[in-house]
């Protein structure tokens, strides 16, 4: 794959935008576990997962976090709306802003939700009705206006969007509770990762992980926690380490990491110091923070 040309810029949370006919990848939520706001946290955001991709005239939306009800907001005037959202898993941190994306209430608007996680006969409709659903929340999924579309497949499947030509999803399973699938973006000619919540096994690389990172543009990784945390206190939580993450993007010739999924506990001064250390193991890595934008 040929040398590819990242920018970074931080544009500000608000207002539609537009790719230009490109690829591009904002960030609304990029906090892991649970929301996370305050001042403390305020210069990386405290919100959970949630991603808006571009590919050309395409939508593509990544997790349902509570980052989610901003990017709803913002997408409010460019109905009617034709756009995939991609759910990595059902956990709470990545469905919890769906009930208040307000495009799904919006009439005109399509969507097709995906989800590749689900095995023993569940499907993601039935679990987000039972996520919606009386005594834990006042309304059900019925309540949306939008056609909605669910479409549960098999992690490891290559996805076709409706009319989407050019723009290819390859998924392959993660290591995480209850499952997770982890996402490539193929369109133009560039690739962007988004790899999380995912647990590694210290010194065996994910095979499955580094087949879909390979020579990608963007890799976003799960970085909850550094390696001493992880040694220490967090085998079996199911997420990962930026170290992992920089071992992994050098094993499999990814360009740029995207550190991702960020601890709520780790306030901005800390994501500083991680990122200065990612930064020196990896050049040209960078800690998503909500508002950034990046072009393939
Ligand atoms: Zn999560
Ligand atoms: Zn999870």
């Known amino acids: ?23 591009l ?12 706001p305050g001042p403390a946290t ?40 034709d756009a995939d959202l991609f759910l990595t898993h059902t956990h709470f941190d990545h469905v919890c802003g769906l009930p208040f994306f307000k ?18 006969g569940l499907t993601l409709h039935r679990v987000l009705r039972e996520f919606m659903m009386a005594p834990l929340f006042p309304v059900p999924p019925d309540v949306f ?51 999380t919540d995912t647990e590694h096994v210290p ?12 020579g990608a543009d963007i890799a976003i990784y799960d970085c909850m926690y550094t390696d001493e945390e992880f040694a220490k206190s967090y085998v079996g939580w199911g997420h990962s380490t930026w170290q992992e993450a920089v071992r992994l993007c050098k094993a499999a010739h990814v360009k740029k990491l995207v550190v991702f999924h960020h601890d709520p506990d780790h306030d901005d001064d800390r994501m500083d110091a991680i990122g200065r250390e990612v930064a020196a193991a990896m050049p040209g890595a960078v800690v998503a923070r909500e508002g950034m934008a990046l072009t393939p």
Request: aromatic content about 8%; glycine content about 14%; overall charge positive.
């Open 203 to 214: 010194g065996k690389p994910d095979r499955k992980v580094l087949g879909l990172m390979e």
């Open 42 to 81: 305020a210069r990386y955001g405290g919100n959970t997962s949630s991603i808006e991709v571009r590919c050309g005239d395409r939508l593509l939306l990544l997790d349902g976090g509570t980052g989610m009800r901003y990017l709803g907001n913002a997408l409010l005037a460019e109905a009617p709306l």
């Open 103 to 120: 495009p799904f209430f919006q009439p005109e608007n399509r969507f097709r939700l995906w989800a590749g996680h689900l095995g023993s």
């Open 25 to 36: 990848v904002r960030f609304w939520g990029v906090r892991g576990s649970i929301a996370a």
């Open 145 to 195: 206006k939008a056609t909605i579309e669910y479409r549960d497949f098999k992690s490891g499947a290559t996805l076709r969007l409706p009319g989407a030509h050019g723009v290819t999803v390859r998924t392959a399973p993660l290591n995480h509770p209850d499952g997770a699938t982890g996402y490539r973006i193929e369109y133009a000619g560039k690739s962007v990762c988004y790899i």
């Open 1 to 23: 794959m040929q040398a590819a040309r990242v920018r970074a810029t931080v544009a500000p949370v608000s207002g539609g935008i537009s790719a230009a006919g490109g690829f």
